[in-house]
């Protein structure tokens, strides 16, 4: 059967954050996502189990733009946070937890969640990660795989902003996102293939479902993706930022940067595509170092500063914020860049407190302080 991609107008936006539930006194992750997703029964489409009982997914509606998202996103965290506190529980943002091993944590009871074990093993166990998944919607089938092709080039300069899981179970990684490395023991996760165009994509997914290397496209588990289902591409190279704040100016530079090649795709601007081996080296980059690296230009011969080749980024969409109405949300892309992304804010709460339980409480803290005060986006 072909696969149809379900073209969405407007560049419609959706946000789903993977969030820690944590142990009020011991800062520890704790398995209680089933007590808090039964007491919500008016949000059972938007506030869901994942694979472990203390990973809570937080997904807006479809909307219209960033401050309706704002909106429902904020909402949505504040009642978590409420029918949390019943049972003991903290929300906390990050891209991994600093100290909770993968061995104490339970499994949800569920179909596909069995089938994942059985078929992945020891790699799905050791799944104890969070991220920041962005869907926007794009008109067209063609459009879609344009945009991905070009939007392959910044994806590091997403995971450089992102950067937020320098601890695995008590250990200082040395790198800034250690959940990438995580995901990456996926078969099908990282980066995606160059596609040609629709008919090539469609191709290679309907040849994993022939021969049964994917059950479904949701096993399909790429930094970026197509989602014909929603008409949607899907940005999921992100960790999860520690703030609603910092995950509305993600989504929203996301947002404009998909509006300005999908116009570029209007207006037939021809392109020439950096060599894999350049965005690879740039993932590997922004993965140990963040913020604090040199990428590699397209060309592939030169390097530029990460930050300002994220300004420089942000400049570019400049306009295109402005017609979406997301200039504000951007902008504070620029405190991420002058203070140092999630992962330097943990590493410098370690050396200030000297043990991981007080980082992990500081998370915790930080997200609570915006959300009881209400400024979370602009």
């Known amino acids: ?122 790699i799905a166990r050791r799944f104890n990660i969070f991220g920041l998944h962005v869907h926007v919607g794009i008109n067209g ?60 994509y469609t191709k290679l997914v309907e040849n994993y479902l022939a021969t049964r290397t994917v059950e479904t496209i949701r096993d399909i588990w790429w930094d970026i993706r197509p989602h014909p289902d929603f008409g949607t591409l899907e940005v999921r190279i992100c960790d999860a930022p520690s703030t609603i704040r910092e995950i509305l100016a993600l989504a929203a530079l996301i947002q404009a940067l998909i509006k300005k090649l999908g116009d570029e795709y209007e207006n037939g601007v021809p392109f020439k ?23 590699i230009t397209p060309e592939g011969n030169r390097t530029i500063r990460a930050r300002e080749a994220i300004e420089e980024l942000i400049a570019s969409v400049d306009e295109d914020a402005k017609e979406l109405g997301s200039r504000e949300y951007i902008s504070h892309i620029k405190d991420i860049l002058n203070k140092g992304e999630g992962a330097v804010k943990q590493l410098n709460e370690w050396k200030r407190q000297g043990e991981l339980k007080a980082v992990t409480k500081e998370l915790s803290e930080r997200l609570y302080r915006e959300v009881s005060s209400g400024m979370a986006g602009k």
């Open 141 to 200: 089938a063609e459009r879609c795989i344009y945009i991905l092709k070009r939007l392959l080039y910044y994806l590091p300069h997403l995971l450089a902003l992102s950067a937020n899981s320098p601890f695995w179970e008590g250990y200082d990684t040395g790198l800034r996102s250690y959940r990438t490395k995580v995901f990456e023991s996926l078969p099908i996760a990282g980066l995606p293939f160059f596609f040609k165009d629709w008919a090539d």
């Open 1 to 122: 059967m072909p696969i149809t991609f379900n073209g969405s107008e407007g560049h419609t936006i959706g946000i789903e954050v993977e969030v820690q539930l944590i142990d009020r006194d011991t800062m520890a992750l704790t398995p209680t996502s089933t007590k808090i997703i039964d007491g919500l029964k008016d949000y059972t489409e938007s506030i869901k189990h994942e694979l472990m009982l203390s990973n809570l997914e937080i997904n807006t509606k479809i909307c219209s733009n960033i401050d309706e998202a704002e909106r429902d996103l904020t909402e949505k965290f504040d009642i978590a946070i409420t029918e949390a506190s019943k049972y003991n529980t903290l929300l906390c943002c990050a891209g991994t937890h600093p100290f909770s091993p993968w061995k104490d944590q339970q499994i949800t009871e569920d179909k596909r969640y069995k089938r994942l074990l059985e078929n992945l093993q020891i």
């Open 273 to 295: 595509q950096p060599h894999s081996s350049v965005i690879r080296e740039n993932k590997w980059r922004a993965c140990r170092h963040g913020l604090g690296e040199e990428f």
